[in-house]
Antibody, heavy 124, light 112 residues
Framework: EVQLVESGGDFVQPGRSLRLSCSTSGFTFGDYAMSWFRQAPGKGLEWLTI??????????DYAASVRGRFTVSRDDSAGIAYLQMNSLKSEDTAIYYCTRDIVQVGRNWGPDYWGQGTLVTVSS | DIVMTQSPVSLPVTPGEPASISCRSS???????????LNWYLQKPGQSPQLLIYMGSKRASGVPDRFSGGGSGTDFTLRISRVEADDVGVYYCMQATQTPRTFGQGTKVDVK
């Protein structure tokens, strides 16, 4: 059974940093791209970043809203994805989800599995 | 960025009746293999999103065959043949053809 479990969410002051983790099981982690999304209270879903499988280039993309502040990484041996968040702002307050991408015919087709999410609150 | 436009924003439904949600993209989502980079997700109250339809028309594992996805290019539809009470929540379409991946604004489905 595929499982994604986020952790690391917390209450932090503006300007501080936080690192989220996404621990996975039930699949060969290194074969899949992993993404992070977030959902602000009462709002829709926002894509943040993708880190592709090293099998398919290993490249990384970021949303403009987090580029330069957030850094995604992966530990294929441990099956964990990370999201390092620096210079946090109040508008970063949200539930953060990690996801696994569908892979078919050598392309990523968007998430199939989502974690339960972890809450990040940025406030003074 | 690709803009995704969903309609309606709110959809009251009657159990046993059909329902449909429309999603339009500002650019074509069609892959050369004939499938589209378009997924449908349902977020039930208090839960994470769950995949319903991927590649435009493929039902995800465990999704009832009451759900179907259609369309191609820039116009897509999610259909529920017979709505059940458990289908309530917010439905999102999402494009995966390029980054940033973008969502429709969501369609809130509730029972009349």
């Amino acid at each position: 059974e595929v499982q994604l479990v986020e952790s690391g969410g917390d209450f932090v002051q503006p300007g501080r940093s936080l690192r989220l983790s996404c621990s996975t099981s039930g699949f060969t982690f290194g074969d899949y791209a992993m993404s992070w999304f977030r959902q602000a209270p009462g709002k829709g879903l926002e894509w943040l970043t993708i880190i592709r499988s090293k099998v398919y280039s290993g490249t990384i993309d970021y949303a403009a809203s987090v580029r330069g502040r957030f850094t995604v990484s992966r530990d294929d041996s441990a099956g964990i994805a990370y999201l390092q968040m620096n210079s946090l702002k109040s508008e970063d307050t949200a539930i953060y989800y990690c996801t696994r991408d569908i892979v078919q015919v050598g392309r990523n087709w968007g998430p199939d599995y989502w974690g339960q999410g972890t809450l990040v609150t940025v406030s003074s | 960025d690709i803009v995704m436009t969903q309609s309606p924003v709110s959809l009251p439904v009657t159990p046993g009746e059909p329902a449909s949600i429309s999603c339009r993209s500002s650019q074509s989502l069609l892959h050369s293999n004939g499938f589209n980079f378009l997924n449908w997700y349902l977020q039930k109250p208090g839960q994470s999103p769950q995949l319903l339809i991927y590649m435009g028309s493929k039902r995800a594992s465990g999704v009832p065959d009451r759900f179907s996805g259609g369309g191609s290019g820039t116009d897509f539809t999610l259909r529920i043949s017979r709505v059940e009470a458990d289908d309530v929540g917010v439905y999102y379409c999402m494009q995966a053809t390029q980054t940033p991946r973008t969502f429709g604004q969501g369609t809130k489905v509730d029972v009349k």
